[in-house]
């Protein structure tokens, strides 16, 4: 089991910065990979990043890319999601999730296990 707990969300002008967290515990293994999805209402939750267990590949949604940076800090079992240039279309609720049975790093929500409780994301314009 993994627990995931999700942080730094909040209210933000367009064109500004978050800083998302994402603490792991439970079965703390640094080598699977993460990933960050976002939800709005009436949507589908869609692929936003990945990060693989190793930490040396990364994966971004078209719309993010170029302003948001994942990382891992292994020691602290900690994935980040650092978000510039924030446009109204981000806000959403962001959800951290884990995928522990892949070595291939999936974009898609039904390969990751375990879930966070999500974070809320509002940009203003």
């Known amino acids: 089991q993994v627990q995931l707990v999700e942080s730094g969300g909040g209210l933000v002008q367009a064109g500004g910065s978050l800083r998302l967290s994402c603490a792991a515990s439970g079965r703390t293994s640094s080598s699977y990979t993460m990933g960050w999805f976002r939800q709005v209402p009436g949507k589908e939750r869609e692929f936003v990043t990945a990060?693989?267990?190793?930490?040396?590949?990364?994966y971004y949604a078209d719309s993010v890319k170029g302003r948001f940076t994942i990382s891992r800090d292994k020691a602290k079992n900690t994935v980040y999601l650092q978000m510039n240039s924030l446009e109204p279309e981000d806000t959403a609720v962001y959800y951290c999730?884990?995928?522990?049975?892949?070595?291939?790093?999936?974009?898609?929500?039904?390969?990751?296990?375990?879930w966070g409780q999500g974070t809320q994301v509002t940009v203003s314009s």
């Open positions: 999730a884990a995928d522990v049975n892949r070595v291939i790093v999936y974009t898609t929500s039904d390969k990751y296990e375990y």
């Open positions: 990060i693989s267990g190793s930490g040396r590949a990364t």
